[in-house]
């Protein structure tokens, strides 16, 4: 079984030479390409990857937390845009659920 968490989080995007550079301030984490949408893209790879990785390590949490994110009791009503300089970029976060019964076929050593 599949299950996907999405993230939404604020990208700027600006052109250098002939490369358009895209960045995710609140996590550091940049990225580029040849125009704006295949910058957006990159990022958008590149923040995916750096989250299974934090995940697979066991800091996401930590790592989540050190960049300002808090769990919100409640979703808002009407949720606050990204400012106006700011691209908005979806995140997939893939993952596969295992059951338990699944676990045991599988020899790990």
Do not use: W
């Not at 940049?30 to 800091?59: H, P, Y």
């Not at 990204?82 to 790990?108: A, G, M, Q, T, Y």
């Amino acid at each position: 079984m599949q299950v996907a968490i999405k993230m939404k989080v604020p990208a700027t995007v600006k052109k250098k030479g002939k490369t358009y550079v895209s960045c995710c301030p609140i996590l550091d984490i940049c990225s580029q390409g040849e125009t704006k949408k295949k910058a957006l893209d990159n990022l958008v790879d590149a923040l995916m990857l750096f989250f299974i990785s934090c995940f697979e390590r066991g800091t996401l949490d930590e790592v989540l937390k050190e960049s300002g994110f808090v769990a919100a009791k409640t979703m808002p009503l009407k949720r606050k845009p990204f400012p106006s300089r700011f691209e908005s970029l979806d995140i997939p976060i893939p993952f596969h659920i295992v059951h338990k019964k699944d676990i045991h076929n599988h020899c790990h050593v």
